[in-house]
């Protein structure tokens, strides 16, 4: 799973949300490093809904602009934990070998501010 | 000034599907519109890129649903065969001109020979595409490859024969030029172009088109060829095959597959033209040959993945 999909299905477990809302929202769970524009975002959920991932609601007119809230489905829901576990193995992984690469004392200079 | 950014955004969501665009034009001129800066008027060029780029990956995905896959499968099948007849057609029409000039008095009997020879080049198309037909699938891939290695022995060989013309397939060299082992690819393109499609297509023949209308297709056009050929040179030979190639054109981009074929048949045009003028044999041979093989890669790949819920055989 690439990551714009990732953080995508990320933002829609918070609960539904509109293009521009999923927009600003990756943008937060990535600390401001993923931005994703529309035509990406629109070819990730035209995808993402051909997989039985994320479904589309209704279209709906707020203060003269149209939205539509998408939201995970339990398929959705059960790829992001998957991935989720995944991803935390593999993190895992890398930090204990981190660690077994440098000796206690190290580990404090080595990580300066702590990485974890 | 955001009617005016909005005016550009509809132009660009262009690059969507229709029931794409159905469903979503109105939420992504939403979305796009809040993710401008204010004061803008044209769209930014990222965001334009991306916003065409979407487009053309929903598309892509579209293209290879299983749906439209047997759409593909169809579509290489009647190109393995419309290739050589156009090559062939193509070919003719180079004889036809040649030899209608030929005999004119004065006559020489040597500018006839070579009328005959050109002629002759063009037999291993009609051959390959009468095998097509006969629905010897394997014999005309056999055959096509074959050829395309004669051609490019062919092109290797120097110009000293007895004729004062060496024809080579495609061009005509002026004897004392030098044959150069970078002609090799446009020598052997077409021929190639014609075996690749050949494998590519799961049942080369004319079942999607229908046997019937591809014979009067290809006697049309061969006709109009030779028609051509005698009526004149330069524009006014070339006119009557592509009026029956206009007729073609159209009713194939009136059904799916038939746009497909289109598509598959896309490299086609520029080695039957001579590619561009002017440029080396080795620009010419990667300026067809990449994006020939960029097209054609794609529709190998659509035709050969993926399965596809097929009735009986």
Sequence with gaps: ?116 | MTAELERHYRRLLAAYPQEHRDRHVQEMIAVLLAGAEPGRRWPALRDAYDVVRGGLAIRLHRAADQGSRRHWREAADVAALIAPVLLFAAMMLRAAVYAWSAARPPVVPGELLQAAELAGYALPYGLVALLVWLGRARAATVSAWTFAILHGLESLRPPSLGASHVVTDGAILVMGEPVVLSRIGTAVLPMVLCAVMLHLAPSPGPAAVGSGRLLIWTAALLGAAVTGGMIGRGPVAVAPPLIVLLVMGVTLLRSPAGRRTLLVLSPLPAPIAGGLPGAGAVAQTLVIGLPAAAVLGVTGWLTRTGRVKESGE
């Design chain 1, 1 to 116: 799973m690439q990551e714009p999909t990732f953080l995508i299905l990320t933002a829609l477990a918070a609960g539904p949300q509109h293009g521009y809302g999923i927009i600003t929202d990756v943008l937060r769970i990535s600390a401001e490093r993923v931005r994703l524009r529309a035509g990406t975002l629109y070819a990730a959920l035209d995808r993402l809904e051909r997989e039985g991932l994320v479904e589309a609601g209704q279209e709906e007119v707020v203060d003269g602009r149209a939205r539509r809230y998408y939201r995970l489905t339990s398929e959705g829901e059960s790829r992001l934990a998957e991935e989720a576990e995944r991803l935390r193995r593999n993190a895992e992984t890398a930090a204990s070998r981190l660690r077994a690469r440098h000796p206690r004392p190290a580990l404090s200079v080595a990580l300066p501010g702590g990485v974890v």
